[in-house]
């Protein structure tokens, strides 16, 4: 009963900071339109890498055996909005106005708002069937969106992190090695695009296990 109430009350702060991020989002688009999008990092950003930050509890739920998530598709998720986050957007002032990043942060609270709603409930034992099949079908599409965001976020900031030298290191005499981020970022491109293929296949067979004939008819009972 104690693990169970500390989880919903994480998922309750959680749905709560999305959902301030999704309203202010789209508040502030339809009060400003076009001109809101280059402001979005600035407006929303504290509130979005507390969110995140917030997140990597949830690896330490599952290596406790309070969640029962896998824990390899949900790392991987979490550290891919850790470094395309905290690394590529605000590590540059340039890439925060950039239009991708309003859109890749809608997608994140999109799903979130959603996901940890329906983990609220089902903290409660409550199943409604609309929304168990907007949690485990709305992500099939979205995250590969998502995935095409932080692919493109990564793909504009490379040019700031060549000309400022952003996390290049190199060493000096009689060390012979030396990391050039950009490198770096373009070979993470290639990890970004292989989890996602991972990740994907694991979105389908946990909407197939929720959603199969037989589990939603017992949650109708």
């Not at 998922?11 to 009060?31: A, E, K, P, V, Y």
């Not at 991987?76 to 859109?103: A, D, H, M, P, W």
């Not at 890749?104 to 929304?131: E, H, K, S």
């Not at 976020?153 to 000096?172: A, D, M, N, Q, R």
Request: include cysteine.
């Amino acid at each position: 009963f104690t693990m169970n109430m500390y989880l919903f009350v994480y998922d309750l702060i959680q749905f709560c900071g999305h959902s301030w991020i999704f309203t202010n989002m789209i508040i502030r688009f339809l009060t400003f339109g076009k001109d809101s999008l280059a402001d979005t990092f600035h407006s929303i950003g504290l509130v979005m890498r507390l969110c995140q930050l917030l997140s990597v509890l949830e690896i330490l739920h599952i290596l406790i055996g309070i969640d029962k998530s896998r824990l390899l598709p949900r790392f991987l998720q979490i550290t891919e909005r850790i470094i395309v986050l905290f690394v590529v957007i605000n590590s540059q002032e340039e890439v925060q106005g950039k239009y991708v990043v309003c859109v890749l942060f809608f997608l994140w609270n999109l799903l979130d708002v959603v996901r940890y709603t329906y983990n609220m409930l089902a903290r409660m034992g409550l199943y409604y069937l609309p929304l168990t099949w907007l949690n485990f079908s709305l992500c099939i599409p979205l995250y590969p969106l998502s995935v095409l965001a932080k692919g493109f976020t990564i793909c504009v900031s490379l040019p700031y992190f060549e000309s400022f030298g952003t996390y290049s290191i190199k060493l000096p005499f009689p060390f012979t090695f030396s990391i050039y981020f950009p490198y770096v970022l373009k070979m993470y491109l290639l990890v970004l695009f292989a989890g996602m293929c991972f990740i994907i296949q694991n979105l389908v067979s946990e909407r197939m296990a929720h959603l199969g004939t037989g589990n939603i008819k017992n949650k109708r009972n």
